[in-house]
């Protein structure tokens, strides 16, 4: 059965504290590895694609890399409004190419 | 703005009710998806639509069921409803139906069963 599981839960940074969100996967034949931001009561809002082991994708301070077992998130000198719900999902073809989430961490920046 | 619009944004109802979750897609998105979020079990997949044909399936109740016309909104009907179903519903958008392709995200309806 396709998983995906992410670690920790909860991450609580002081502004300008790096560091690295963890998202763990089992599926066969993965077509894509989705990082995604949620804000509280607002729909999930695309951050990135990794499609093969070694890609690596970035974007202002958030940089998301692939293994074949694990991406992770991570995050370079946060500011508040990094404050979020990361979500990382897999897609594979198994029942159609369906999109599974993981449950997420939420990440708190304190100024 | 993803571009993907949910209406209603809130909705209370009572129990063994019967309601209807509407979704637009981006324009030019041919594919519409539903998710179930709720504080426990976090984004659920329901079920997923393909220029009006069912694509993909996943953890829908019997309960539920959803449709894609012609224009390629969609509908999300939910029947003799449970307190347990009371969560945020999303509907997601994509260009295709295959693989690899990332999501647009409404703004979901949150759902009160009293």
């Known amino acids: 059965e396709d998983q995906v599981t992410q670690s920790p839960e909860a991450l609580r940074l002081q502004e300008g504290e790096s560091s690295s969100l963890n998202c763990s996967y089992t599926?066969?034949?993965?077509?894509?590895l989705f990082w995604y931001r949620q804000d509280p009561g607002k729909g999930p809002e695309f951050l990135f694609t990794?499609?093969?082991a070694g890609e690596e994708k970035e974007k202002e301070r958030l940089k998301a890399t692939l293994t074949k077992k694990e991406s992770f998130l991570h995050i370079t000198a946060p500011k508040p409004e990094d404050s979020a719900t990361y979500l990382c999902?897999?897609?594979?073809?198994?029942?159609?190419?369906?999109?599974?989430f993981g449950a997420g961490t939420r990440l708190f920046v304190k100024a | 703005d993803s571009g993907v619009t949910q209406t209603p944004k809130h909705l209370i109802t009572a129990t063994g009710q019967r309601v209807t979750l509407r979704c637009s897609p981006r324009?030019?998105?041919?594919?519409v998806y539903w998710y179930q979020q709720s504080l426990d079990q976090g984004l659920q997949f329901l079920i997923q639509?393909?220029?009006?044909?069912?694509?993909a399936k996943g953890n829908i109740l019997e309960r539920f069921s959803a449709q894609q016309f012609p224009d390629l909104h969609s509908e999300l009907n939910l029947s003799s409803l449970e307190l347990g179903d009371s969560a945020l519903y999303f509907c997601?958008?994509?260009?295709?139906?295959?693989?690899?392709?990332?999501?647009?995200f409404g703004s979901g309806t949150q759902l009160s069963v009293l």
């Open positions: 997601a958008s994509s260009v295709g139906g295959g693989g690899g392709e990332k999501l647009f």
């Open positions: 599926v066969s034949g993965l077509r894509g």
């Open positions: 990794l499609y093969s």
């Open positions: 999902a897999v897609q594979a073809p198994t029942g159609g190419f369906k999109t599974i």
């Open positions: 324009s030019g998105d041919l594919s």
């Open positions: 639509y393909y220029n009006g044909e069912e694509r």
